[in-house]
């Protein structure tokens, strides 16, 4: 079933966290709404893998705390690539906590290299607004703007949805600072806020370990979200460019059949 949304443009004009007007924007000039998640350990592969999917995604998503020797050579390389790409560097890391400490490890980890970075809803919306909205409006650092965490793709996770619609609450009334959500289906009428989904393969349903996957068409088409975040299902391909090409245009079409043309 086909459900006629607004179209990025217009999207565009109705958000207002800065780094989600970049986003409807250059996902509408490249034509892509696929985030690739570059789980990789060795620092040097990812960059290698970043530069030939820049032309294909909107984001790379890392976990920095799982990558040998990262540190700020490394960060300024990947940033050079998103320059370069016009892609947004997504730091995943699922910051939980009080507002000052909040503010301390976005300042440490993720404010001078990423464009993006997760948070869960959990700590209140006093936390989250007194660390990020600081940050996010200081024009010295990169970071301008946070996903959070609605909805968990792994089996018998405890998200529930009092979790869920608290979250949604916070990213509704915080739209200058929150960018979307990362869920498993669309929770929220707010046309500038963004959907961000992970659990996505085309090829297999889980890896064994509680994580379960679906595919492109389901999570945009029936599930309604706007970017698809795929990791293995390219980055342990022999082939991640062919793969690459394969996402990009899957998620592309299962988003413009919903687009006003
Ligand atoms: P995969 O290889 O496509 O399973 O990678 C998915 C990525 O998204 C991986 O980096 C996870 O840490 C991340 N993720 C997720 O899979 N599910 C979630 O609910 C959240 C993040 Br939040």
Redesign the pocket.
């Known amino acids: 079933k086909i459900r006629v949304r607004l179209s990025l443009q217009q999207r565009e004009k109705l958000a207002t966290c800065p780094v989600s007007k970049r986003l409807f924007s250059l996902m509408h000039t490249k034509a892509t709404n696929l985030c690739l ?1 570059i ?1 990789y350990e060795e620092g040097e592969r990812i960059l290698e893998l970043a530069d030939k999917a820049g032309p294909f995604v909107c984001a790379v ?1 890392v ?1 920095a705390d799982t990558i040998d020797e990262f540190n700020e050579s490394w960060t300024s390389k990947l940033v050079a690539l998103a320059n370069k790409h016009d892609f947004l560097i997504f730091e ?1 890391r ?1 910051f939980a906590d009080t507002g000052n400490t909040l503010s301390m490890q976005v300042k440490r980890n993720a404010a001078s290299w990423a464009d993006i970075v ?1 948070v869960y809803g959990i700590a209140g919306e006093k936390s989250i607004r007194s660390a990020f909205q600081p940050i996010i409006a200081d024009p010295s650092t990169r970071l301008k703007g946070i996903l959070l ?1 609605a909805q ?3 089996e018998g996770n405890l998200c529930d949805t009092e979790y869920t619609n608290g979250t949604r609450r916070i990213a509704e009334a915080n739209q200058d600072i929150v960018c979307g959500f ?1 869920t498993q289906e669309k929770i929220s009428d707010k046309l500038g806020l963004i959907h961000w989904t ?4 085309l090829d297999e349903t889980t ?1 064994g370990k509680g ?1 379960q ?1 679906r595919s492109v068409e389901k999570a945009i088409m029936e599930q309604q979200n706007d970017i698809v ?5 390219i980055c342990n391909k022999t082939t991640p460019a062919s793969e690459l090409r394969r996402y990009r245009d899957a998620a592309w079409e299962a988003l413009s059949a919903a687009m006003p043309k």
């Not at 975040?229 to 299902?233: E, K, S």
Request: hydrophobic share 40%; glycine share 8%; aromatic share 4%.
């Open positions: 998640a789980d998503k976990h995943d699922k997760t965490i968990l793709s792994c990362i992970p659990g996505v393969s890896d994580q996957w975040i795929v990791g293995r299902a």
